[in-house]
């Protein structure tokens, strides 16, 4: 019973993260995110200062892809040798390979130009969903996942939920601030990167850790 309990947890909000992505993206298809966009870059953009700035490009650097490697690399070793995880190593390699590469695939399905209006970045390619967004999203939510059962206290559980959440919110809004992403576009990439660690949850407690 509290194994499908928990599936059945697992479901409903891989579900709500499903739907809530189509509706935006759908919403970015037809052009109704515009108005959206424009107010929330109004606002996370007047906050520019040099200090926040620095801090910013701080940020939006741990979301990038070769520090997300790394520290994906650092967190398996973490496991494996550290709190003795083995089947749980297949399900982090899973959401963090198939992240990028669902990122990659919806990037080219929609692809959407980057915002064009007050720069302090450069990047390239296409928009919608954020890929930084994505990575952040399952790099976090499965390592705090992962280490949930470790976290005996309530107050320990509550920190660990608040420092990921943190971390990933500060990623997405650095895109923002840096003027490379659009609001909806990190919105994106959050539910459909909480699409994707939802399945591979669900998929890992049915068929490779059912107790």
Known sequence: MVRK???GNAYVW????FVLFV????IVKVGGASEFDSSVISVVQGWENPGLTHAMEWFSWLGSTLVVIVIAVLILIFLAFVLGHRKELL???AVMGGAPLLNVILKSLFQRERP???????EGGFSFPSGHSMAAFALYGILTYLLWRHV???TGRTLLVAIASLIVISIGISRIYLGVHYPSDI????????VWLGLMIGAFRKFIRPS
């Open 5 to 7: 309990t928990h599936l």
């Open 14 to 17: 891989t579900g709500a993260a």
């Open 23 to 26: 509706l935006i993206s759908i």
């Open 91 to 93: 399900l982090f390699v």
């Open 116 to 122: 064009v209006i007050h720069r302090l970045a450069e």
């Open 152 to 154: 005996r206290s309530r």
């Open 187 to 194: 919105l994106g990439g959050y539910s459909a990167s909480g």
